[in-house]
């Protein structure tokens, strides 16, 4: 079994001394770079940065964004050992991967290719695999890890049941070598797929219908325990310790979802919640008369990344794909809208709009009293396509903020 970067340190990891001792980092998709050698100069450069700013002087944890590219460089056994070795001597270690963006992130335009390849494809299997045996590799002993993933495909890709099987499929069989990851290394790491705007799960009672009719069901199980050769009760247990989900908090906020109700209904229907990141979006309001207010919103409107929007209407809930198209929308009256917009989350007002704090805030205090997830990401992912005046001083001084924020919230000490 390989030496852990905790052990090899010398101490024990960062938990956070509350009821359900939550895993703290924040994602390192924050920092451009594609190849591994880009990743480790940013987690040398950044994250040590943050760990120095934040103060804490136990073992850091990293939230690891690796790329096909970067996955596969850093999978070589000599990179792998090189980087563990390291983590220990810098009293860091990594318990999440972002297995979500599998190609360039940064600086190019983004958009709906995000998601490709899809669940759908083999590649993204072959990815994921390779991104669990790598946490597996990295984990401390005892420390659980997550990998979080695109939920299923975009949305118009999966028109049909037969598809979204196919999908589930898929999933289970990335489950099923994370079985067998745990057989042989005793390291426990999860696929969390997250729901998003536009994909084919996005809310909470799509993602668990989803998980229900296509991945916990009697044929997937079926599917499951030839996979394994588990036996239906502990195969449907395996399934459930290796697949679930990552609850994003700005995903959910823009839905206009209760904080405190969808984490209970993901708990009630046993599908575990394996991440969360903790992020927030733009909460907007239009009179329908403000020109100056549409000119401020239409400035985050950026050409790298998909910004979908949901607006409260009095019928109903209303989905934009990208912000342009809900700008250009011949609404009159007043708007209300929650953007898809991954702001800096201690900063609660960006000029005449709100974030969406206060969802997380109401998120991260359940996450005190009744624990939700053992794993807390901050992301913040956009923060080179942030209006200029919102993003003024140095990354790591931001993202330092943000994680003394979750601290406040969760009256944390260190």
Not at 30 to 58: D, Q, Y
Not at 94 to 106: A, D, L, R
Not at 270 to 289: F, M
Request: proline share 6%; aromatic share 8%; with cysteine.
């Amino acid at each position: 079994m390989p030496r852990s970067a905790a052990n090899a340190g010398g101490g024990t990891p960062m938990k956070l001394p509350t009821a359900g001792e939550p895993h703290l980092t924040y994602c390192t998709n924050i920092h451009a770079g594609e190849t591994w050698g880009e990743i480790r100069r940013n987690v040398a450069e950044h994250v040590l940065a943050v760990k120095a700013r934040v103060g804490s002087e136990r073992p850091f944890g990293v939230g690891l964004r690796l790329s096909g590219q970067a996955a596969e460089e850093l999978a070589q056994p000599r990179e792998l050992e090189s980087f563990r070795d390291w983590l220990g001597a810098h009293g860091a270690y990594v318990f999440t991967i972002n297995g979500f963006p599998y190609g360039q992130f940064h600086g190019t335009r983004v958009k709906e290719a995000v998601y490709l390849p899809d669940w759908f494809d083999e590649e993204r299997v072959r990815y994921t695999e390779r991104l669990g045996g790598i946490l597996a590799a990295l984990l401390p002993d005892g420390v659980t890890g997550s990998v979080s993933t695109v939920p299923g495909a975009f949305r118009p890709r999966v028109p049909s049941s037969e598809d979204a099987a196919r999908m589930a499929n898929n999933m289970l069989r990335v489950a099923a070598s994370f079985h067998a990851l745990h057989a042989s290394t005793g390291k426990v790491v999860r696929l969390a797929a997250e729901p998003e705007p536009f994909c084919h799960f996005e809310t909470t009672d799509e993602t668990i219908r989803y998980f229900q009719e296509h991945v916990f069901s009697g044929d997937a199980l079926a599917r499951f325990e030839a996979m394994t050769g588990l036996g239906r009760a502990d195969a449907e247990a395996a399934a459930r310790r290796h697949a679930g989900v990552c609850f994003d908090a700005c995903h959910m906020a823009v839905e206009f979802e209760d904080p405190r109700v969808g984490p209970q209904r993901f708990a009630s229907a046993g599908i575990g919640i394996y991440k969360v990141q903790l992020s927030a979006g733009l909460d907007v309001r239009l009179s329908g008369e403000e020109d100056d207010a549409k000119q401020a919103l239409a400035r985050f409107a950026d050409d790298t990344y998909l910004h979908q929007v949901v607006e409260h209407s009095e019928t109903g809930l209303i989905r934009y794909l990208d912000l342009p198209e809900a700008l250009e929308a011949p609404v009159a009256g007043p708007r209300h809208l929650r953007v898809h917009f991954h702001v800096p989350i201690f900063r609660e007002t960006l000029g005449p709009f709100r974030n969406t704090q206060t969802y997380l805030r109401e998120l991260l205090l359940l996450q005190r009293d009744q624990p939700v997830s053992d794993h807390l990401e901050v992301e913040t992912y956009t923060w080179d396509v942030l209006p200029a005046e919102y993003r003024n001083e140095h990354v790591v001084d931001a993202v330092a903020r943000e994680m003394q924020w979750v601290l406040d919230v969760l009256d944390v000490s260190r």
